[in-house]
């Protein structure tokens, strides 16, 4: 019976991704930065997209644009369909996970260093990629919660498919780049099934009378 | 009396109700919700999640706020102060009823 209670008491967590927009915008997220970029690097030096600031802003842009979007897909999409949730957020609580995020960062960026440095430079083309597949592999397990069987495909491909592509022969500029694509492009597929079937099995509901 | 029949009969019989017990649990771990979120959730009818509802209310666990979204009426729940504090004295009378 404890474990039903507290079946109940995370449920509200399970909720957040219920339409698929947190993938979405994860994967919008790591299309669009990697290509700016990419813009950015490729540019002519007398270009408005070449630059530092340029690149700042775009990133702040785009940063922005998605946080308020998801916001207000939430709003025409979810609220409507299955109802208005509001997460706790305390100011220790989100300050707490901005440290954790933080320090897993560094932890990972001095990892991918150390590994990188052990290794031959030939194999070090895919320690970034794995590492990378692997960290938004845990994050895909911990937003999604697994919840259909479709997802370990999902997750499958999210694991082995940068890595893999890291070792094809794409160019030395864009190389650095293209896992994070993917990774990109797995989460926006993932996260569009996720909202194309959140939509069909939630139809609006007629007007609640409460 | 043992200490387990004591927890039992100690357990908060408004939260102890399956209906309700479902209410606060879901409310317990969010800032607030609306009634069209419990209803999707916990699968009870409108009339049944109303009465409950009323339920909390009048032992002052959920505070009730009627809103709009847009032109569409709204129901804004939220658990009290006193409603946190019942459900941890709950859980925790229930962990020691259930305790071998």
Redesign the interface.
């Known amino acids: 019976m404890t474990t039903q209670i507290d079946d109940y008491v995370k449920r509200p967590m399970r909720y957040q991704n219920i339409d698929g927009l947190e993938e979405l915008g994860i994967g919008l997220l790591w299309i669009i930065l990697p290509l700016l970029e990419f813009f950015n690097k490729t540019a002519a030096s007398g270009s408005i997209w070449h630059g530092r600031t340029t690149l700042f802003v775009c990133v702040a842009a785009v940063t922005v644009a998605l946080l308020y979007g998801h916001k207000a897909l939430k709003k025409r999409f979810t609220f409507p369909r299955t109802g208005y949730v509001k997460y706790r957020q305390t100011r220790t609580r989100v300050l707490a996970s901005l440290l954790v995020a933080g320090a897993v960062a560094i932890v990972v960026a001095i990892a991918t260093v150390f590994v990188l440095r052990l290794l031959e430079p030939r194999s070090s083309q895919t320690v970034g990629p794995v590492l990378a597949s692997v960290a938004w592999g845990l994050f895909y397990i911990f937003i999604t919660r697994m919840d259909a069987a479709w997802r370990w495909a999902v997750l499958v491909l999210l694991v082995a498919a940068p890595p893999a592509l890291a070792v094809l022969p794409l160019g030395r500029l864009w190389l650095g780049n293209s896992p994070i694509v993917l990774i990109g492009v797995i989460y926006f597929v993932s996260g569009a099934i996720t909202l194309a079937l959140y939509l069909r099995q939630n139809p609006v509901p007629k007007q609640v009378v409460e | 009396m043992n200490e387990q029949a004591k927890s039992i009969s100690m357990l908060d019989r408004v939260i102890h109700e399956p209906g309700r ?2 209410i606060v ?2 409310l ?14 916990t699968g009870l009818n ?1 009339g049944t999640l ?1 009465s409950h509802l009323a339920r909390l209310e009048e032992a002052g666990y959920v505070e009730i706020t009627k809103t709009y ?1 847009g032109k ?5 729940l939220k658990l009290t102060r006193e409603g946190h504090k019942a459900f941890r004295r709950y ?1 925790e009378m ?2 020691e009823a ?1 305790a071998e």
């Open positions: 017990l479902m649990a879901l317990s771990g969010i800032e607030e919700a609306d009634f069209l979120y419990l209803l999707h959730e409108k109303s979204r569409v009426p709204q129901t804004i859980r229930l962990h259930l």
